[in-house]
């Protein structure tokens, strides 16, 4: 990811599509998984019959017990008028998969998963419109920088390393399925993005494939930090070395409550792209999607965004459905997408050029 990796072996269309039209990322997987109500057995196939760990809500899993529904609600996506989809792997690395008992199973999940939205974005792709597959790499349920224990602030649950090689095994298997770009996203902690980054960076290295990575935070509350204690501006400095397609937020906030962060964003990371997929508002347990917000009112939201120029990617997380994607993609069809610096990453070039001078 470093000066080269700007010529791309995969998802090399994308960055002209970003600097002319805003495009639309896909919406909430775990949201649509619930429409279909299913049980245990939903959750295992033949070889883990006998698994002794209870195993629904393990969504993951599902790219091989299940492929049908994954596939299902990949091409519902498509349809709405995403231009990216992303891979059912949020918590497809063996660290996670740990809790379930089925590490071992990480990267099978990821060449299943990778190559299950590879097919529907071939599928649903034409020369005016192509479609990309977002290799996820999820935060893990482990943080490398905050303790697990109140009464030991030194204490940890993970290592760099280790979590470096997990995310080293989930992208080998997003690689080898078909992805086109790696999506760092839902970042609460940046030690563990960093981990994520590295094992990104060694990959290409080791493979001579080169794909665009996409970074995206998530600002907990209204403090405008991240979990690990970091403001946006900082997590961004933290992570700007990596040279992101795009860098952006998504998750826990609905778009109300993100429009500062995200502005503050769009100011600061002058020399990339920006991503946002919020939230569909605020919980609400009685609210068929489990929130507040129904598509026009999310669609509405993200085309404010649009109008005031902060966007290049955008779309839903949790909350959100085929409808609010389809909503916000004609509502934010009318604006052209935010401008980044040209040459690429001039800014950031400058400035080590002012700081080895």
């Not at 970003?18 to 775990?30: C, F, K, P, T, V």
């Not at 939903?42 to 492929?67: E, I, M, S, Y």
């Not at 992208?171 to 760092?184: I, N, Q, Y």
């Not at 795009?246 to 995200?262: E, F, H, K, T, W």
Request: glycine share 8%; charged share 20%; hydrophobic share 40%.
């Amino acid at each position: 990811m470093n000066a080269k990796s700007s010529v791309y072996t995969r998802g090399a269309a994308l960055p002209a599509i970003l600097a002319q039209r805003i495009a639309i990322i896909d919406g909430a997987m775990g949201t649509m998984i619930q429409r279909y109500k299913l049980g245990e057995a939903d959750f295992r196939n033949a070889a883990l019959q006998a698994h002794p760990k209870d195993l629904k809500g393990n969504n993951d899993l599902l790219v091989l017990t299940r492929p049908d529904v994954i596939s299902e609600i990949h091409e519902q996506y498509l349809a709405a008028g995403a231009d990216l989809i992303e891979t059912n792997t949020f918590g497809a690395t063996s660290v996670a998969q740990d809790d379930y008992g089925l590490g071992h199973l990480a990267r099978e999940m990821n060449v299943a998963a990778a190559r299950l939205a590879r097919a529907a974005c071939d599928k649903y792709s034409t020369p005016d419109k192509p479609r990309f597959v977002a290799g996820a790499l999820g935060p893990t349920p482990r943080t490398a920088s905050i303790s697990p224990d109140v009464n030991d602030p030194g204490a940890r649950n993970v290592t760099f390393d280790e979590l470096r090689a997990a995310y080293r095994e989930q992208a080998e298997g997003l690689l080898e399925g078909g992805a086109d770009v790696f999506l760092v996203e839902t970042i609460f902690d940046t030690l563990n993005a960093k981990a994520a980054i590295f094992a990104l960076d060694e990959l290409m290295e080791d493979t001579g494939e080169r794909l665009p990575v996409i970074i995206s935070g998530t600002v907990t509350d209204a403090s405008g930090r991240i979990l690990s204690g970091q403001t946006v501006g900082a997590f961004w400095y933290s992570v700007r070395h990596a040279r992101p397609l795009a860098v952006g937020l998504n998750c826990a906030l609905g778009a109300a409550l993100m429009r500062p962060y995200i502005e503050e964003l769009s100011r600061l990371a002058g020399d990339t792209y920006i991503s946002c997929y919020p939230n569909a508002g605020l919980p609400n347990p009685m609210s068929d999607t489990g929130f507040d917000e129904t598509p026009d009112v999310t669609g509405g939201l993200m085309e404010d965004f649009a109008r005031a120029g902060f966007l290049n990617i955008v779309g839903g997380c949790c909350g959100t459905t085929p409808d609010h994607i389809a909503a916000i993609a004609q509502r934010v069809s009318a604006y052209r997408p935010r401008h980044r610096q040209d040459p690429l990453f001039s800014g950031l070039l400058a400035a080590d050029a002012d700081l080895e001078a």
